[in-house]
């Protein structure tokens, strides 16, 4: 039975974010779960992904692993109903598409921010963490390489990135729009990590707005406040500070709500006080909404007010699909083809194996020059023979009848069995 590439996702199209909180995946979990899927089931192939929206695992397997790995997911995180959370996951159980799910994604396509470009990195340090732990094989390698080269072909050809419509962005957006009646609004920012980054750097595009930033490691605050002219908070203050800003955006990883109700309660709020949470799992209470004069959004209420960028975005998406069926219709050829290698191979050994014995059984006492010319005659033998099998098994990739074909041949040429040599 052939391995078939398949996918399992949670996504912000299944899910909403009190799910998503609760199955997220760290570098250490991501870490543990490939070692048991190298493990327990022999996967040569295998990445995850885990995002503020998603959490997918990729693998290749002759069989449908999804219920395992789902228990896999709940023993990591210490669910003991796990399958009660079944229903949220989709399934990809054929090649097609999987590979498919995984080029939309990687594109931005499947982003909650159309085109988003955070997801490629994302995409990339997740194929990293596999490759780490020597879990990409020749399949996964060439693929995802394939993928990073879609993505130059779509930043070069279409005006799908062009223009800020990320996720960030989308977070500023709101930001303006909803501090608009404040003069010179007064901005926390909690946690600089690759979101929080990404939103102070968006932040230039609020000019009056007063921006302090904060962080665990002070040092990475400095070095982002110095190029953005921003102040930094030390991390011991942040709540001080909190209760002076009059929008707090927070992009920290916790278990636990790092901003309560209990909390917010003891803030003096004069006319609002808005929270944005960019955090998964979620660091901001739900019910900090109901203090008088807060306003809260996490990372599925927020919307883009709709922008030139994003209706450029929008409109090349015909184009971005174009361009995505090209190349996995290239991608798709090349695995067809790889499939058959294995039985080519084994069919020019076996050939070999038998010129070889012949030569030796009916050459022993050949000169060089007799030998020499029978070796060449062989040879050019074999190639002959190799031909129509070779070209056979390609056709049959091509009509996807390749399993059919490798079975046929396998047993002509007796290709599973051992040959002895005499």
Not at 179 to 186: D, E, G, K, L, M
Not at 266 to 291: A, C, M
């Amino acid at each position: 039975m052939q391995n078939k590439f398949r996918a399992l996702s949670l996504s912000h199209k299944t899910a909403p974010v009190q799910i998503r909180e609760i199955i997220a995946l760290d570098e250490q979990a991501i870490h543990s779960i490939l070692l048991k899927l190298k493990e327990f089931f022999s996967l040569g192939d295998a990445l995850i992904l885990s995002t503020c929206n998603r959490t997918e695992v990729y693998y290749s397997h002759e069989l449908d692993l999804s219920t395992e790995i789902i228990k896999l997911v709940g023993l990591e995180k210490g669910l003991a109903d796990i399958v009660s959370y079944m229903d949220y996951f989709e399934l990809y159980t054929s090649d097609r598409e999987a590979i498919e799910h995984l080029f939309r994604v990687s594109m931005g396509l499947e982003a909650q921010v159309i085109g988003d470009i955070q997801i490629s990195n994302q995409v990339k340090r997740a194929y990293q963490a596999s490759a780490d732990l020597d879990m990409a094989g020749p399949f996964l390698h060439r693929l995802m390489h394939t993928i990073f080269f879609t993505n130059k072909r779509i930043v070069q050809e279409t005006s799908f990135r062009d223009g800020a419509a990320s996720l960030s962005y989308a977070a500023i957006e709101l930001i303006e729009s909803l501090t608009s009646n404040t003069y010179q609004p007064r901005i926390l920012l909690i946690g600089v990590g690759e979101i929080g980054e990404d939103v102070a750097k968006n932040m230039v595009y609020l000019p009056d707005a007063k921006v302090k930033i904060t962080n665990r490691t002070r040092s990475k605050a400095e070095a982002l406040a110095s190029e953005l002219g921003f102040e930094v908070v030390d991390f011991e203050n942040c709540k001080e500070a909190m209760a002076e800003a009059d929008a707090v955006v927070c992009s920290i990883q916790r278990t636990d709500p790092f901003i309560t109700k209990e909390l917010v309660k003891t803030f003096e709020i004069r006319s609002y006080k808005l929270f944005v949470d960019l955090s998964v799992p979620r660091s901001v209470e739900t019910s900090v909404e109901d203090v008088p004069g807060v306003i809260l959004y996490n990372v599925d209420n927020i919307r883009s007010k709709t922008s030139e960028a994003l209706e450029k975005r929008l409109a090349a998406i015909p184009q971005v699909e174009q361009i995505i069926e090209e190349t996995i219709e290239e991608f798709y050829n090349w695995k067809k083809e790889m499939m058959v290698s294995p039985t080519i191979n084994k069919l020019k050994e076996s050939l070999e194996q038998i010129r070889q014995e012949e030569l030796s059984r009916y050459l022993k006492n050949a000169d060089k020059k007799q030998y020499d010319m029978v070796d060449r005659i062989t040879k050019s033998m074999m190639q002959k023979i190799l031909k129509v099998p070779v070209v056979q098994l390609k056709a049959a990739c091509q009509r996807d009848q390749a399993e059919e074909m490798i079975e046929i041949i396998s047993d002509i040429f007796d290709l599973n069995s051992e040959r002895v040599s005499k």
